[in-house]
């Protein structure tokens, strides 16, 4: 198994619990380009979780991996920040994500009505968050060359 296949396969296990416990989510960051195939490599799973479903993503999840400390960023204020390592996986959860730009705070948190589509992975189904919403996130970020990616 390759390590894109070994990452897919543990983002499968994660989609069977999260669907199981009827979590709002979905992939975002350099997976979700990897899925849209702007990109042929990612180097993480990137989850966003509706808010309000944090606490049951993490009781899901928890028995999949280990949660590190957190470790708070200064460019985010995200409210909740989880990253998990499962099966040698980086997997970072993002719910209530505020990114701060020019000293101004800019609310990117996922909303049920933010689930944009889905596509199946290894016999489970992935909820994504649209192109559009991380164009804007990238360039609050500061990270011209991924909005770039998305333009292509």
């Known amino acids: 198994m ?3 296949e070994h990452k897919l396969a543990v983002l499968g296990e994660i989609a069977r619990a999260l669907n199981g ?3 709002v989510w979905a992939v975002g960051g350099s997976l979700l380009l990897y899925c849209k195939g702007k990109t042929d490599t990612f ?3 990137d989850i966003m979780v509706w808010e309000e479903h944090v606490e049951t993503l993490k009781a899901l999840l928890l028995p ?3 949660l590190a400390p957190p470790a708070p960023n200064p ?3 995200t ?3 989880l990253n998990f390592t499962i099966r040698g996986v980086e997997v970072d959860v993002m719910g209530g994500m505020v990114i701060v730009k020019d000293g101004k705070d800019y609310d990117c948190s996922l909303s ?3 689930v944009a589509e889905y596509i199946w992975i290894n016999g489970e189904r992935i909820p994504l968050q649209s192109l559009e919403d ?3 996130y990238y360039l609050l970020m500061g990270r011209e060359e991924k909005a770039a990616m998305i333009d292509c």
């Open 2 to 4: 390759t390590e894109r």
């Open 21 to 23: 416990g009827d979590v």
């Open 43 to 45: 180097r993480d799973i």
């Open 64 to 66: 999949l991996g280990i």
């Open 75 to 77: 460019g985010y204020k």
């Open 79 to 81: 409210r909740h920040f």
């Open 112 to 114: 049920p009505s933010q």
């Open 134 to 136: 991380w164009r804007r």
